[in-house]
């Protein structure tokens, strides 16, 4: 219900392109077997092992639901690194807007903002091989998406870590705090629709999620999907202990 208000054009997001009736996707009444390729690296860095057993599980969940599922590799997701690709295209975009939205308050900042604002703008080459990989980026998708309806990958490749972390350990591997946006930001710059839902809990206590991906305009498959995965979820109606 939510999808169907927030769906389509409204004349004033120009990213919104298409009318609400496109559906590349199963629709609701289709009965046809669904094809899931599921993965969790390469691409994503480091993932944590419950992060890792968690999309396996879901996995698992569809393909007893009655799915065909199968583990794949996505080449260019290593190939090229959304992160960097997202840094450079994110940078000129919305410097400009935080220059004049922060204006007078710069102490007040989170900061995240501050080091994008002392971030050296991108150069005119470095944008558009940018904008080249995300096409090609784009072509990997489509010719994945020719095989398969939907994958299945984490939303995050580790657990919620605390607040304020810049670096921590997975795998015996120092990362990046900002890798939590490694398996996120390949469907930011590539316009793909994706949905995401807990499915499990770290060993320390934590919500481990899952995410589904379709084809462009495919909305109502990753829905259908979504749902098949809340049936089987151990933690669909979790409550707080009292």
Not at 129 to 149: I, P, T
Not at 162 to 181: A, D, F, K, Q, W
Request: glycine share 8%.
């Amino acid at each position: 219900m939510a999808y169907s208000i927030l769906a389509g054009p409204d004349g004033r997001d120009g990213y919104a392109t298409s009318p609400i009736d496109i559906d590349t996707g199963i629709g609701e009444n289709s009965d046809r077997t669904l094809r899931v390729g599921w993965l969790v690296g390469p691409g994503y860095g480091p993932v944590d092992p419950d992060a890792a057993a968690t999309v396996a599980s879901a996995a698992k969940a569809l393909n007893e639901a009655g799915c065909e599922v199968e583990e794949v590799v996505i080449p260019e997701l290593e190939t090229y690194n959304s992160l960097d690709l997202y840094s450079k295209l994110h940078i000129l975009e919305t410097k400009p807007i935080f220059k004049q939205l922060a204006a007078g308050r710069e102490a007040e900042l989170f900061k995240i903002i501050p080091a994008i604002l002392r971030s050296p703008d991108t150069a005119v080459d470095g944008y558009v091989a940018a904008e080249q990989s995300v096409e090609k980026l784009k072509d990997a998708f489509a010719a994945f998406f020719e095989r398969y309806d939907a994958v299945l990958c984490p939303v995050t490749p580790f657990p919620a870590p605390p607040h304020g972390l810049t670096e921590l350990v997975v795998n015996g591997e120092t990362i990046s705090g900002r890798s939590m946006l490694r398996a996120t930001v390949p469907f930011n710059l590539t316009g793909l629709p994706a949905i995401s839902l807990r499915f499990g809990t770290s060993r320390g206590g934590l919500p481990i999620g899952v995410q589904l991906a379709s084809r462009w305009f495919a909305e109502s498959t990753i829905l259908q999907l979504a749902r098949l995965l809340e049936s089987f979820s151990a933690v669909r109606n979790p409550h707080p202990s009292l």
